[in-house]
């Protein structure tokens, strides 16, 4: 326990929304503290020992956030291309603390300072949309990441929608799970509330302080059937399919 969760029980739950927030705040920076040097330190581990890591530090985050979900399904108990609707930031939070996996992200949260470099202790895939320099790197990343046993977590919308649609699906990690034979496992998630969904031009400080200021937030996830890919599918066709099947999931 950080000397900032020594302080402030994490049992103790503050009625006030202001309170609230500023409680979550100093667990979350307690979090951070040591999350980071347990990053450095995990950073030395094989591909499943960081998975672990940061499953448990996620499963962290989602009970000092308040957020509770709902399971339906088996998540992957082997190496797996697991792709989920997008609707903020917290959907890998929310998927990676429910199994081990290198969540794929965008390049820009690897910049933040102190969570960038921890993040990538801990496994996390950066990738800078738009270039397929960059694009390519991280696939290349993530077969490693398969090969050592250890599933893969993307969203392939690229960006966040409310959940009333599923945008598009890109190809990359579809063509990757039929290359390396892996099963793709589709997941869907939904908010309870859907004003939790973080998309448009909303910053994400206002947002995450309007979150953070709610004593639970409830989402479902919904693991689905695998599917297994052939040698000939066509990667499109792959990502069209797993679209339909989160989409229809609703």
């Known amino acids: 326990m950080t000397t900032l969760e020594a302080l402030i029980p994490?049992?103790?739950?503050?009625?006030?929304?202001?309170?609230?927030?500023?409680?979550?705040?100093?667990?979350?920076?307690?979090?951070?503290?040591?999350?980071?040097?347990?990053?450095?330190?995990?950073?030395?581990?094989?591909?499943l020992g960081r998975a672990r890591s940061l499953q448990e530090q996620?499963?962290?985050?989602?009970?000092?956030?308040g957020i509770q979900t709902s399971v339906e399904g088996?998540?992957?108990?082997?190496p797996s291309v697991v792709v989920c609707n997008h609707l903020s930031y917290l959907d890998p939070v929310i998927?990676?603390?429910l199994l081990p996996c290198a969540p794929i992200a965008k390049e820009e949260l690897?910049?933040?300072?102190?969570?960038?470099?921890a993040a990538r202790s801990f496994g996390v895939i950066f990738v800078r949309r738009g270039d397929p320099w960059s694009g390519a790197r991280a696939l290349l990343r993530a077969a490693r990441v398969l090969?050592?046993?250890?599933?893969?977590?993307?969203?392939p919308e690229g960006t966040t929608t409310s959940g009333e649609v599923v945008l598009r699906f890109r190809w990359g990690v579809f063509g990757?799970?039929?290359?390396?034979?892996?099963?793709?496992?589709?997941?869907?998630l939904d908010f309870e509330d859907t004003t939790l969904a973080w998309v448009g031009r909303q910053l994400f400080l206002p947002h995450y302080l309007r979150t953070a200021a709610r004593p639970t937030s409830r989402v479902r996830v919904r693991f689905l059937d695998p599917m297994f890919p052939?040698?000939?599918d066509e990667p499109r066709l792959l990502a069209a399919h797993a679209r339909q099947l989160i989409f229809r999931a609703r």
């Open 230 to 232: 052939r040698p000939h």
């Open 58 to 65: 996620l499963r962290k985050l989602m009970e000092i956030h």
């Open 10 to 47: 994490s049992s103790w739950a503050p009625p006030h929304p202001g309170v609230l927030v500023l409680h979550r705040a100093l667990r979350l920076a307690g979090q951070i503290a040591a999350g980071s040097l347990r990053g450095f330190v995990s950073a030395h581990a094989d591909a």
């Open 176 to 188: 990757l799970a039929r290359r390396l034979g892996v099963p793709v496992v589709p997941v869907r």
């Open 147 to 155: 090969r050592q046993g250890v599933s893969v977590l993307a969203f």
């Open 110 to 117: 690897g910049g933040w300072p102190g969570f960038g470099s």
């Open 74 to 78: 088996v998540p992957p108990d082997g």
């Open 95 to 97: 998927v990676g603390s």
